[in-house]
Every structure is written in C-alpha cells, then in structure tokens.
C-alpha cells in the first residue's frame, strides 16, 4: 500500500527541471523529497493475524517482491493504469514509457508490501481500508504482471535507474 512508484517520478522531474519541478508535480516531488512512512498502516497489519508478511517497498516491487516470497515461489500481479498516481502517470506517459511498468520499477516509495490469505484478506481491507490487492502467490518461480513475464527489475542503489531520468515535457 501507497503510492508506488511516484518518489521515481519525482526523482525524474527533480533531475529534469530542478526546483521547478515542484510546481508541475508537486505530489511527485513531494514524495521523493519527504516521503511518509505507512507506520500505522504497518501497526495494525502486524496485529492481523491473517498477514503472514510484510515489508517496505524501498527499491520498487520489481526488485522488493521476490525478497519477499519464499524460495521455489512466484507472483501474479494483476496492476492497471488506475494504481498509478497521475502525476507519474502524466510523466511516465510524456516519456512514451508504460506507466504500470514505472509504478513497479519506482523505489524509495515508503509503500508496504504484505503477504495475506484470501480467506483473511476482508479482514485486512476492513482494518487496513488504504491496502490493496496486488495479485496471488504462484507455486512456480518467476513474476508475471499482467499475464506477460516482468522484466523490469527495480530501484539499484549501485547502479543507474532502469531506464534513465524521464526527459522530455510532463
């Protein structure tokens, strides 16, 4: 839960405009500059005795998720255009990029990623009303996002973002 992958849009327009970029995505850059961690979120998922995991998403889903999942295990993430902040949707667009894929590749987004049965997921949606459903754990290896392989492999903090700074206008 939170808003994956806007601190990468705002990162992005931080390198393009500078301080500018405050005023076109302020949303974005707020989220780069002053992140919110989900500390009461987290509290009363840890007191649900139906999440069996949970921790920060800080290098983006792409990279956190299999950290999460136990060995031998995968993903199926089921993510449409409406997870993504508009702000990093309107950026990632500008850029030709898929703002799903950004949403999933963004880091230091200060989200919670959490593992919850089925049977217990009500409970979690009416304790924890801002979480929401990612996809299923798979018995199989490997993450899918919807449908089709993930590619995309998160924040590296040894390397450069995948895919550089978005360039060009928001």
Known sequence: MGPLGLARAGLFALERDGTNAAADVPAAVAAHLRP???????TRLADLPGVTACM???DGLAR??????????GAALHLDRARVHPEAARLAE???RDPVLELVAGGEDYA????VGANDWPAVAREVPEAWPLGRVLDVPGINLNGAPLAARGFDHFGRAEGGPMTSGA
């Open 36 to 42: 919110t961690p989900r500390l009461a979120a987290g």
């Open 56 to 58: 920060d998403v800080s």
């Open 64 to 73: 956190d998720l299999p950290r999460l999942l136990a060995p031998g295990t």
């Open 94 to 96: 500008a850029q030709g």
């Open 112 to 115: 919670l990623l959490g593992a």
